[in-house]
């Protein structure tokens, strides 16, 4: 059954305090993993797609990794606005189009 | 607007009344999905619209809840004779197509509360 586990469920960092979140998953042939930011209130913003083991993607503070079993958000000097919910979901090769969630990694990040 | 709406944000209805949320998607976009999101859980998958074929229904909990997309743009969901159950945010997503690893780009919800 293919299956997505975030760990861990909330993190809670001092600003500057450099970390990682953790999304490991289970699927048959993965077609991408993606990464998704939530903040309270608000639709899961799209950060990043990984499609192969080795893959790296960057974006400001977040840097997303990708292995063959799993996937690292590693977060650099993180900031107070760096909070939010951070949610993974993957694509396997049995569906067009439908994704499997994680159920997300609460992330607070103290001034 | 530049991405997806919905509508109503927030709803708040007695049990065994009927419900209908609206999505605008984003403009182009071909494929549509609808989810719903309840506390500390990962989104559940509820249907899947692309251009004119027929949609893929089967994360539909019951035969209580029923989608549309007219015209290929603008979708509703509507749930009948609500439980306590339903309650959730429900959230819909477009993507430039279905597939193809596209990323989905969500609204911010319906907030539906069932009293």
């Known amino acids: 059954e293919d299956q997505v586990t975030q760990s861990p469920e909330a993190l809670r960092l001092q600003e500057g305090e450099s970390s990682s979140l953790n999304c490991s998953y289970t699927?048959?042939?993965?077609?991408?993993l993606f990464w998704y930011r939530q903040d309270p209130g608000k639709g899961p913003e799209f950060l990043f797609t990984?499609?192969?083991?080795?893959e790296e993607k960057e974006k400001e503070r977040l840097k997303a990794t990708l292995t063959k079993k799993e996937s690292f958000l590693h977060i650099t000097a993180p900031k107070p606005e760096d909070s939010a919910t951070y949610l993974c979901?993957?694509?396997?090769?049995?569906?067009?189009?439908?994704?499997?969630w994680g159920a997300g990694t609460k992330l607070i990040i103290k001034p | 607007g530049a991405g997806v709406s919905q509508s109503p944000s927030n709803k708040v209805t007695e049990k065994g009344k009927d419900v209908e949320l609206r999505c605008d998607p984003i403009s182009g976009h071909t494929a549509l999905y609808w989810y719903r999101q309840s506390l500390g859980q990962g989104l559940e998958f509820l249907i899947y619209f692309q251009g004119n074929s027929a949609p893929d229904k089967s994360g539909l909990p019951s035969d209580r809840f029923s989608a549309e997309r007219t015209g290929g743009s603008v979708s509703t969901l509507t749930i009948q004779r609500t439980q306590q159950e339903d309650s959730a945010v429900y959230l819909c997503?477009?993507?430039?197509?279905?597939?193809?690893?596209?990323?989905?780009?969500f609204g911010d919800g319906t907030r539906l509360s069932i009293l």
């Open positions: 997503a477009s993507s430039a197509m279905g597939g193809m690893n596209q990323p989905q780009h």
């Open positions: 990984l499609y192969s083991a080795g």
């Open positions: 979901a993957v694509q396997g090769s049995d569906s067009n189009y439908q994704l499997i």
């Open positions: 699927v048959s042939g993965l077609r991408g």
